[in-house]
């Protein structure tokens, strides 16, 4: 070990200065800081100290040695990952290195040089997970924290690498985590490599850690799962290093344990986990019970472990025997031969005598006992209380005592356990067997560390041997590294002395060494232990220096070993070495009756074991090593081993394999005894560090040059300590120029080829002064600064002084000013107020006057009112008395003359009555008036006539004035009365004049009266109003104060309300966000789901090529299997999970949000139901399609009939067809009229649409009509002269029916186009080629207007069948509306009774019913739009195919004419004029050119050229068009084939050339315009909008290819996720390196030195990758997929993927490298951010959502440079890294490590504040980000404006086989 005065480069003085730091040696904590008080000088004897707790004392020095104390490493150096990285090594500094990462930064793992120490949490950490294995995959073991992964990345790459076998050895103590460590390394080698065959060898290497932890481990004092023996495995690789086999060998087995435990310990878990699944079926004839009820498992008085289910364990245990291939059959052999073993634990032997022992008969364990092993109850019981001698002439049986036959037994059970372990170690290695060649492994020894205890036996001798021999090979390989590493540097190489434990070794195993004395000693007939121990005595006492006698016993010995002297106790040693068991109780097993194959393995003959027994009496066994074979017939006896020279023989293999291969070395430290997690207890700590060899690596490195340093490392750091004249170009040149003038001494460093070494101090001394320098420049800076502080602070004060002194004299000028301005004042305002007074007191006076005149004036004017108010009404009374008088006068008198001219004229009149009686009896008179008469009657009759008309005005007009007579009758009667009534109470008013009189002056003394009493009621109301006012100002102050509350009331309830609003809103937005994030991982899923299903089809796809063609033998290399690798090799099918479109789910993204559970059903319930319906038409349509078939067939022969006849049908038909045509178009004229009158009206309704569809097409329809009727006339007149030339044809070829119309028939889809088609050609019977004179009129034009008839027809039956459909719609609307006005009732009543609720529930309760009905009423609206979108493709299509059949038909009619024209004679050429056609864009191509244009297009393009010469997406426009023609055409083969040809050739193209950034792009971008281009012209009204009249004209016409738009955009996210793949490939390599390494701001943060294990230089050297590496990537990504007309919605995808990546491969670095946690890197990864952020604001990308992605990073950056002190500082710190998860927070404060002096470390007591704070955040433990994630990929709608008939197909594509339609 190193001293203090060795370790330092100057003297001692210039160390051991006043506030230096030393250690000191403490009985408790071991050492103990303290602090020097005084310098130290030469020939002091003491150093004056103070402690951390501030205690002064006095260290006196050795007076021998004057060795001073060891000095403490700087703050900044404390923390290392790397041991050897302390400037000062020694003891106390590793050891508080250790401490402070356990305790402090809970790092459990820490490297000293090639070393790893691992010490034992007790506590599980989230540092294991896959995440963590992902991260250290591939990685530089220096570049990451330690960790066991680490090593074992590193052993997998040096294996692969070097070409040569690694092992990693794990040792340590019991409880010290061995067997943990190891396992872990397994799983890592399991993760990382994968498996070379499907059988799953990485599963089974893991299964079986739980059978050997359940047969090998058991519960110690120390560790509740210690491995009891050591092992060693083999994990085979083959030459693409992947996992094909693994090999056990196991050591020193502890039998003892079997049938003796310690107290608190346990057996064998295996025997507890047999007793808790006791109660099993299978378990039942074993007859097990409690674990208390057994000897072998109840000495400990302790069987359960807490936190262990041990029944649950038996599980585990039983499901990894399946797992290796160990059946039901000898798992039930296995079981119940340990439940055997169990019983006979339990077996009681008593005394017969003193010399012999019996088993009392029918004991019940021992029945059971022989019941399981099937044997004799008389045998076993007899051998097990006797023995067999035997001599050279006979044999002897001999009883044993009691106490011999209980060891027997137990010696029994140890063999029958040893066998079985043996037993399943042998099978477990079977089944790991590699079933191919192996080409390297890499081993894990996990075996017992050093161990002494108070009483050490033969087991602690066995087990410290072999640690002897780990010990001597790992100095030699430290010693190793060390020289290789001083040659490669070309350093001069001196010897350094370090431990050799040779001798050691050769005490243990020489000649006549322990070993072999032990040997001989049991091979004497009479041997003891006491004999042997003399016999050590007297041979190693005086002749080795390491053997020691202790003074009190004559039965011990000591041993010096590496670690510490051992006292081994004799008594035992020759009975474990010897390991002798009853040979007849094995024979009695051996003649067992069961019919188990498993005790035939077990107990066969002992010639024949696989492997020797072990120790009989506590000792361990190996159990792989195999023995000569022995001769035939010579006894076992002689040539068996003991346990002694069979452990060294083992031991010496072992040694030769690890000397065989490249060791890693785990040292594994139990901190504490008491299994307290995170509690370090020194003093074990350090006695362990001694005994693993810790220290000794600590020793050799510092007895060297341990720092090393590269030259640019060194000049980084310290620069500071160089001037400028000092920087040369050549970077060695200054490091050694500045090096030699700082220190003096030039062999405490040396020079190699790539570093500098120091010895040890030299470091801290050059820090030291990189400090001071800082120092003194802080110093100069402060000085600088406070003296401008100062100054500025001078003349602030100066400045400040003046303005005062302004500002007070000015305030004084003011002050007197505004004093003359208030005397001036205070005169003019006395001035005013006298006057104010006394004019107040004048005009109170004269309106006191002004009142009193005015009151008497009143009263009199009053008085004088009244007086002439009582003559008024006195005369008025008069006037209409003395009237009324004077009309009843006038009125009597008027009566009375009426009557007397009454009688007058009676009297008159009886007198003239008188005197015509009297002439009428005379006859003279009669005669003299019948003269004339008759003329007179005529006169006198219409004299009659009129005076009886005259008479009936007359009474009618007295009728009428009998009326008004009455009612003014009535009338006068009324007011008679009424004067009546008057002149009473005129009369009674005159008799109350007199009474009103006395009144009136009772009146007036009653108002003297009340006006007394008026002058006292208004004092009173004086009073009263003054006690009113004052009690209304205080209501109105109270009323104030009331609404004071009332609007502090409301202002609350409007806070609540709005606080109510902004819940719900939050609430509401979170939902949606929920709905989205549940849409995102459905989407999500279900492209994982995709992409492992092209996993496995690639899979598929490479297992038969593997069959078909021959394995080619694969290159030795480092190639990893990548466990999320996919394939693009596949063709994608149709998942019905995801059958919604990209774009449907993008456009019913809002409404799902708001659907429930029920809505989503409904939905699928409805879509099962249109599926069904689908089924069931196409059936429909098939069986109609077989109907016409027949029938056509039928027709065929009837029409051959009656060809004759219907010839001259035709013939008359033709003279018909003109005014037919004539006729047929004023019926289309009329019909157009009807069709735009009826658009126009019903506009609003559904149907409209199709009804303008149907206008285009007519409007086409007739136009081509036109030009076929110019064709048809222009041949009519040429076929007219060529009639007698075709007459010799013959008939069956004139009648030959040509094969277009069956084909015609065959492309019809719809069943009612096919009928009307059969119908108008069974009327016609068309003869196309019969009698061509008559085709122009009777067989084209007659065919064309009858369809076209049958088309007017069908469409007048759909209009009035849209027009009865309007109706019912008007009624339904009309319930509709009556609905809606119930439901307006409903919800005024719904809204009264949510009045009555709480706000809260009244909100929530309104939210949920309106979402309940829009969720009804979407699913409504979805049904009806469902309903109208059906009904309008059905009408769409009917008339395209009409229209389309139709002109086909003419054409093929025109085409079969041709040929049969051209064969007799040679026709005499005709122009044809023909209308000029526009462009369709479409592609014609035969069927034979499809694979020629797949290559061109697609397997031969090179993308470079086509994006930069042609337009964007050309391939995909291309086979669009060539999609099109084949619509065009109705051929449905061309259709599927096609299509089938393009997703495979590109498949195909992309697993060739998957890895090209370039080419994927390419393919993504094509891929997604040929899928809009579907979208775009399928003829949905949802992608139709967007189109102009002629793209909509393109629209497909026949075919219906929603299902390939959904295998394309599968296809299309398989391509996506291969582009983030390769993306990521070229992405990661830069991304650690540019955003964490690289100095993007040089000079910020300084290098800290480091250990043997060297990370990557954040310096710029030639090759390493920056920060703009990065970028300029990016840039070329962008870029790339722009020139291939990338959609920019897409490209925003990828950018956020993009940034993802970066930001969590960053974090996910930055949380596992400590040298990373500072607070100069966090400024780094700041800075570095905000230039991502700069280049997506210069491609405008700010929105795409990658800034967000990046938002854990920038937190993680701002909490490496926010203060760490306050409980202020913590609230910040959780309410700021809240994307950060409390492990990931706490982590990187763990990690956070000062890089100068003047930076503070992180206090554990701020990180449990953080912690305290965060531990209710409802987040997943998972400290990594998943670096693998991809975001679901959506691609929105993106339609082309580009129109189809503009694209030019290019030369270059070599495309001259497709012709444009």
């Not at 591939?138 to 997998?156: L, T």
């Not at 032997?349 to 019941?371: A, Q």
């Not at 000693?521 to 202790?550: R, V």
Request: aromatic letters at 8%.
């Amino acid at each position: 070990m190193e001293k203090g005065h060795d370790s330092c480069s100057m003297a001692a003085s210039e160390l051991y200065t006043k506030f230096a730091r030393v250690w000191i040696p403490d009985a408790e904590e071991v050492w103990k800081s303290a602090e020097l008080t005084k310098n130290y000088k030469h020939g002091d004897s003491t150093l004056h100290l103070t402690l951390e707790d501030g205690m002064d004392i006095e260290h006196k020095l050795d007076d021998k040695t004057k060795n001073l104390p060891h000095l403490r490493n700087p703050d900044i150096l404390v923390g290392e990952n790397d041991l050897t990285a302390l400037s000062y090594l020694h003891e106390p500094a590793v050891l508080h290195n250790l401490k402070v990462r356990f305790t402090d930064s809970k790092l459990i793992y820490t490297y000293c040089g090639i070393v790893l120490v691992a010490i034992n949490p007790y506590e599980n950490l989230p540092i294991y997970g896959s995440d963590i294995i992902n991260a250290y995959s591939g990685q530089n073991m220096g570049d990451m924290d330690p960790h066991i992964f680490a090593v074992a990345e590193e052993a997998y790459k040096q294996m692969a690498r070097d070409e040569r076998n690694q092992s990693i050895i794990v040792s340590g103590e019991s409880g010290a985590g061995k067997t943990v460590s190891a396992k872990y390394a397994m799983r890592y080698f399991a993760t990382v490599s994968g498996a070379a065959t499907e059988a799953n060898v990485e599963e089974k290497v893991l299964a079986s850690n739980p059978i050997m932890e359940a047969i090998g481990n058991a519960k110690t004092t120390r560790n509740d799962n210690s491995s009891r023996f050591g092992k060693y495995i083999e994990i085979g690789f083959d030459k693409r290093y992947r996992i094909i086999g693994a090999n056990m060998r196991t050591y020193l087995l502890e039998k003892s344990r079997v049938v003796f435990q310690a107290d608190e310990e346990r057996n064998y878990h295996i025997f507890y986990q047999l007793c808790a699944s006791s109660h099993l079926p299978e378990f039942k004839n074993l007859k097990l019970g409690s674990a208390d009820d057994f000897h072998c498992t109840n000495q400990g008085q302790n069987p359960i472990i807490d936190g262990v289910d041990d029944a649950k364990e038996m599980c585990t245990t039983r499901h990894a025997f399946s797992l290796l291939g160990i059946n039901e059959l000898n798992q039930r052999g296995l079981f119940q031969v340990l439940a055997a073993i169990l019983h006979l634990g339990n077996v009681e032997i008593k005394d017969r005598d003193s010399d012999s022992s019996i088993i009392p008969p029918n004991n019940r364990h021992l029945t059971v006992f022989c019941e399981l092993m099937g044997v004799t109850y008389q045998d076993m019981s007899h051998w097990l209380c006797h023995k067999k001698l035997k001599t050279a002439q006979e044999t002897y049986i001999k009883p044993i005592p009691r106490l011999q036959a209980s060891n027997a037994r137990d010696a029994l059970a140890k063999h029958i356990y040893a066998k079985v372990f043996n037993w399943i170690v042998d099978h477990v290695n079977k089944s790991l067997r590699a079933t191919v060649k192996q080409h390297s492994f890499i081993g894990v020894l996990d075996i017992y560390g050093f161990e002494t205890f108070e009483i050490n036996s033969f087991e602690q001798f066995c087990i410290n041997y072999a640690n002897e021999k780990l010990q001597q090979q790992f100095n030699m390989h430290v010693f190793k590294l060390e020289q290789e590493e001083y040659l490669k540097e070309q350093i001069p190489w001196t010897l350094i002395d370090f431990y050799d434990n040779q001798p050691c070794i050769n005490l243990i195993e020489a000649k006549m060494g322990v070993l072999d004395l032990l040997d001989e000693e049991c091979k004497m007939p009479k041997g003891s232990d006491d004999s042997w121990a003399q016999k050590l005595y007297n041979t190693h006492l005086k002749t080795c220096s390491l053997f020691e006698k202790p003074r009190m016993s004559n039965k011990a010995f000591i041993i010096q070993h590496f670690a510490d002297k051992v006292q081994y106790q004799c008594d035992g040693f020759l009975e474990k070495n010897k390991d002798t068991v009853n040979e007849e109780q094995i024979n009695v097993l051996k003649a067992s009756k069961l019919k188990l194959d498993l005790l035939v393995e077990l107990f066969q003959d002992e010639e024949k074991a696989t492997s020797p027994t072990g120790t009989a009496a506590g000792g361990r066994t190996r159990l792989s090593v195999k023995p000569k074979e022995i001769r035939p017939g010579a006894s076992s006896k002689e040539h068996k081993k003991t346990v002694g020279c069979q452990f060294r023989n083992s031991l010496a293999m072992l040694m030769e394999t690890l000397n065989a291969t490249t060791p890693h070395y785990v040292r594994c430290i139990k901190p504490n005894d008491l299994k307290f997690p995170f509690t370090f207890d020194p003093k074990r700590a350090v006695q362990q560090l001694r005994a693993c060899g810790v220290l000794e690596t600590i020793r050799i490195s510092a007895a060297g040059f341990p720092s090393r340093w590269t030259y640019q490392e060194f000049f980084s750091r310290y620069r500071v300590l160089m001037k400028q004249k000092d920087v040369l170009s050549d970077r060695r040149l200054t490091c050694r120029n500045v090096l030699e003038k700082l220190v003096q001494d030039q062999d405490k460093y040396q020079f190699g080829k790539t570093k500098i070494f120091f010895r040890a101090g030299q470091v801290a001394y050059l820090e030291k002064l990189r400090a001071d320098k800082l120092r003194k420049a802080c110093v100069r800076i402060q000085k600088t600064i406070r003296c401008w502080l100062v100054r500025k602070k001078y003349l602030r004060k100066k400045h400040a002084a003046i303005t005062i002194q302004r500002y007070t004299r000015g305030h004084q000028a003011r002050c007197l000013v505004k004093y003359m301005r208030q005397t001036l004042a205070a005169i003019t305002i006395q001035k005013f107020q006298r006057m104010c007074v006394q004019r107040k007191l004048y005009l109170q006076k004269q309106a006191a006057a002004l009142v009193m005149q005015t009151i008497l004036r009143a009263y009199m004017a009053r008085q004088k009112y009244q007086g002439l108010l009582r003559n008024h009404k006195a005369v008025f009374i008069q006037k209409h008395v003395r009237g009324w008088l004077a009309r009843q006068r006038y009125k009597r008198s008027l009566r009375a003359i009426v009557y007397l001219q009454c009688c007058i004229r009676r009297m008159k009149a009886k007198k003239e009555l008188k005197k015509l009686k009297i002439e009428a009896r005379s006859v003279e008179h009669f005669k003299k008036l019948n003269v004339g008469m008759e003329n007179k009657i005529m006169q006198l009759q219409r004299k009659l006539d009129e005076q009886a008309k005259d008479n009936r005005v007359t009474s009618e007009r007295l009728n009428c004035l009998e009326t008004s007579h009455a009612v003014e009758s009535e009338k006068l009667k009324v007011e008679v009365s009424k004067l009546k009534g008057i002149e009473e109470e005129a009369k009674n008013n005159a008799n109350r004049v007199t009474s009103l009189l006395e009144e009136l002056e009772k009146l007036r003394k009653e108002l003297t009266t009340t006006q007394k009493e008026k002058k006292t009621i208004e004092d009173w109301a004086t009073k009263y109003r003054d006690e009113m006012e004052k009690m209304v100002a205080e209501l109105k102050e109270q009323n104030g104060l009331l609404k004071t509350e009332k609007d502090d009331l409301n202002r609350m309830i409007k806070e609540q309300s709005q606080q109510m609003t902004e819940k719900m809103a939050r609430a509401l937005a979170e939902e949606t966000q929920q709905l989205e994030s549940d849409l995102n991982e459905e989407r999500s899923r279900y492209q994982n789901l995709l992409t492992e299903h092209l996993r496995l089809e690639e899979r598929y796809d490479d297992l038969k090529e593997e069959i078909t063609l021959s394995v080619s033998v694969p290159k030795p290399g480092h190639r990893r299997t990548d466990s999320t690798h996919s394939s693009n090799g596949s063709e994608c099918t149709y998942n019905s999970e995801f059958a919604e479109s990209e774009e449907s789910s993008r456009h019913g993204e809002d409404v799902t949000r708001g659907m429930d559970t029920s809505l989503t059903l409904k939905l699928q319930k409805r879509v099962t139901e249109l599926e069904q319906e689908k089924s069931s038409l196409r059936n429909e349509l098939e069986n109609k399609e077989e109907q016409f078939q027949r029938a056509r067939v039928r027709d065929d022969e009837e029409h051959r009939k009656s060809r004759g006849a219907e010839l001259e049908y035709e013939s008359l038909k033709r003279q018909e067809l003109d005014s037919e045509n004539k006729k047929l178009k004023h019926d289309l004229t009329a019909m157009r009229q009807s069709l735009l009158g009826n658009a126009g009206a019903g506009a609003g309704a559904p149907g409209s649409p199709p009804y303008k569809v149907l206008m285009d097409q007519l409007n086409s329809s007739c136009e081509e009509l036109e030009v076929r009727k110019e064709e048809v006339l222009i041949l009519r007149s040429q076929l007219v002269s060529q009639k007698e030339a075709m007459q010799h044809k013959d008939e069956k070829e004139t009648m030959t029916e040509p094969v277009h119309y069956v084909e015609d028939v065959h492309k019809m889809k719809d069943s009612g186009a096919i009928t009307q088609a059969y119908l108008g050609l069974k009327e016609t019977n068309r003869s196309p080629t019969a009698d061509f004179h008559r085709l122009n009129e009777d067989g084209e034009l007659w065919l064309v207007y009858e369809g076209l008839k049958e088309t007017n027809r069908l469409l007048e039956g759909q209009m009035q069948q849209q027009r009865r459909s309007y109706d019912n719609e008007v009624e339904v609307l009309r319930g509709e509306l009556q609905s809606v006005k119930e439901e307006n009732n409903r919800q005024q009543q719904l809204l009264a009774q949510n009045l009555q609720l709480p706000p809260e529930a009244r909100i929530e309760a309104s939210l949920q019913h309106e979402i309940t009905r829009l969720t009804n009423e979407n699913l409504d609206l979805m049904e009806q739009l469902e309903k109208q979108d059906k009904t309008i493709r059905k009408l769409k299509k009917q008339l395209k195919v009409f229209s389309k059949k139709i002109g086909e038909m003419g054409a093929g009619q025109g085409e079969t004419i041709s040929p049969g024209q051209m064969v007799e004679e040679t026709v005499r050429p005709v122009n044809i004029p023909r209308r000029e056609k526009d462009f369709q864009g479409m592609l014609e191509y035969k069927k034979e050119d499809e694979l020629k244009l797949v290559k061109n297009l697609i397997l031969e393009l090179k993308p470079r050229g086509v994006a930069v010469n042609l337009i964007p997406g050309l391939p995909a426009y291309i086979l669009f068009m060539c999609l099109r023609h084949a619509d065009y055409v109705n051929d449905d083969q061309k259709v599927r084939t096609l299509l089938t040809s393009t997703i495979n050739s590109i498949k195909k193209i992309l697993k060739k050339r998957g890895d090209d950034f370039e080419t994927v792009s390419f393919w993504l971008s094509n891929t997604c315009r040929f899928l809009h281009c579907l979208k775009q012209y399928s003829g949905d009204e949802s992608f139709m909008k967007h189109n102009t009249p002629k793209q909509n004209d393109h629209c497909l016409s026949n075919f219906d290819l929603a299902e390939y738009r959904q295998v394309l955009s599968d296809l299309a996210i398989q391509i996506y996720q291969q582009l983030i793949k390769c993306m990521e490939n070229i992405l990661q390599p830069m991304i650690v390196s540019g955003m964490l390494e690289h100095e993007t701001i040089q000079g910020v943060s300084g290098v800290k030195p480091t250990g043997l294990r060297k990370r990557t230089s954040s310096i710029a050297d030639e090759g390493t990758y920056t920060l703009e590496s990065i970028l300029r990537q990016l840039s070329a990504f962008h870029s790339t997929m722009c020139q291939h007309g990338t959609d920019p919605e897409l490209i925003k995808q990828v950018v956020k993927q993009q940034f993802y990546i970066i930001g969590a491969v960053t974090l996910n670095n930055l949380l596992l490298r400590k040298d990373m946690c500072s607070w100069s890197k966090g400024m780094q990864i700041r800075y570095n951010v905000s230039q991502l952020e700069e280049w997506l604001r210069d491609k405008s990308l700010m929105l795409c959502g990658a800034k967000e992605t990046l938002e854990p990073l920038i937190q993680a950056a701002q909490l490496l440079q926010v203060k760490k002190k306050t409980d202020e500082d913590a609230e910040a710190i959780c309410s700021m890294c809240n994307s950060l998860s409390t492990s990931q927070i706490v982590k990187v404060l763990n990690l956070y490590t000062p890089v100068n002096e003047f930076e503070e470390r992180v206090s554990v007591t701020f990180i449990r504040t953080i912690q305290t704070r965060l531990r209710d955040r409802c987040e997943t433990p998972q400290l990594l980000m998943d670096t693998k994630i991809i975001y679901p990929v959506t691609f929105p709608f993106n339609p082309s404006s580009l129109a189809l008939e503009t694209i030019q197909i290019p030369g270059s594509l070599n495309l001259a086989f497709l012709t444009r339609v």
